[in-house]
T-cell receptor, first 113, second 112 residues
C-alpha cells in the first residue's frame, strides 16, 4: 500500500494564480482531511470529508475549496492564491469509527509570491 | 470549539535524560488525546494516544498521563535518544467528532 499520497511536492505560484492540490489514499478510509502547517501554529484544519459526497469547513477555510471526488481522492483548490497561503499542506485520512488515528501524506510545500 | 495549548514550544534535553511536554484542553467533552511526532521534513505520525477512561498509558520509553479534572495531559519520554529529536504535537477530540484540534507543537532537541 502506498498509504496517503499527495501531488505536487513543491509549487510556486504568483499572487492571483489558481491551482489544485491532489490527495489520494488506498486504505479504504472513510474520512479525509486537509491541514496547513505554519511555523509556531501547529496543524490547522482547512476542510474535511467524513464520507464520500460530504465536505465540511474546518478552522481556516477561507480562500479554499475542496472536492471529494470519490472515496480515494480529496482535492484542495486555491482559486486566487495569496501570499498568506504560503504554507505546507498536509492531507490525512482516517478509517472511520473503528479508529481515530489519522494517517498523513508527505505534504506539499506551497510558496505564493 | 476546542482549544489546545501546548508547552514548552522548545525543549533541549541531554541524551539519556527524560523529557516532558504538557498540554491543556478546554472542552470537557473531549475524551481522545493523541500525540504525533514529526521529524524534520517528514509527515506527522501517531506515537501514542490515550482515552479518557484511563489515567496513564505506556509504550516502551514513552508514556502519556491524563488528568481529566484539571483538563491536562502530558507526554513523557524516558532515556532519550538522538532519534527522539523532532516536533511533537498533542491533540484532542471526542468520539463522534470528526475533527482533531492540535496544539502548536514542541521542538525537542536531544543533546548528545
Amino acid at each position: 500500500n502506498a498509504g496517503v499520497t499527495q501531488t505536487p511536492k513543491f509549487q510556486v505560484l504568483k499572487t492571483g494564480q489558481s491551482m489544485t492540490l491532489q490527495c489520494a489514499q488506498d486504505m479504504n478510509h472513510n474520512s479525509m482531511y486537509w491541514y496547513r502547517q505554519d511555523p509556531g501554529m501547529g496543524l490547522r484544519l482547512i476542510y474535511y470529508s467524513a464520507s464520500e459526497g460530504t465536505t465540511d469547513k474546518g478552522e481556516v477555510p477561507n480562500g479554499y475549496n475542496v472536492s471529494r471526488l470519490n472515496k480515494r481522492e480529496f482535492s484542495l483548490r486555491l482559486e486566487s492564491a495569496a501570499p498568506s497561503q504560503t504554507s505546507v499542506y498536509f492531507c490525512a485520512s482516517r478509517p472511520g469509527t473503528a479508529s481515530y488515528e489519522q494517517y498523513f501524506g508527505p505534504g506539499t510545500r506551497l510558496t505564493v509570491t | 470549539g476546542e482549544n489546545v495549548e501546548q508547552h514548552p514550544s522548545t525543549l533541549s534535553v541531554q541524551e539519556g535524560d527524560s523529557a516532558v511536554i504538557k498540554c491543556t484542553y478546554s472542552d470537557s467533552a473531549s475524551n481522545y488525546f493523541p500525540w504525533y511526532k514529526q521529524e524534520l521534513g517528514k509527515r506527522p505520525q501517531l506515537i501514542i494516544d490515550i482515552r479518557s477512561n484511563v489515567g496513564e498509558k505506556k509504550d516502551q520509553r514513552i508514556a502519556v498521563t491524563l488528568n481529566k479534572t484539571a483538563k491536562h495531559f502530558s507526554l513523557h519520554i524516558t532515556e532519550t535518544q538522538p532519534e527522539d529529536s523532532a516536533v511533537y504535537f498533542c491533540a484532542a477530540s471526542h468520539f463522534g467528532n470528526e475533527k482533531l484540534t492540535f496544539g502548536t507543537g514542541t521542538r525537542l532537541t536531544i543533546i548528545p
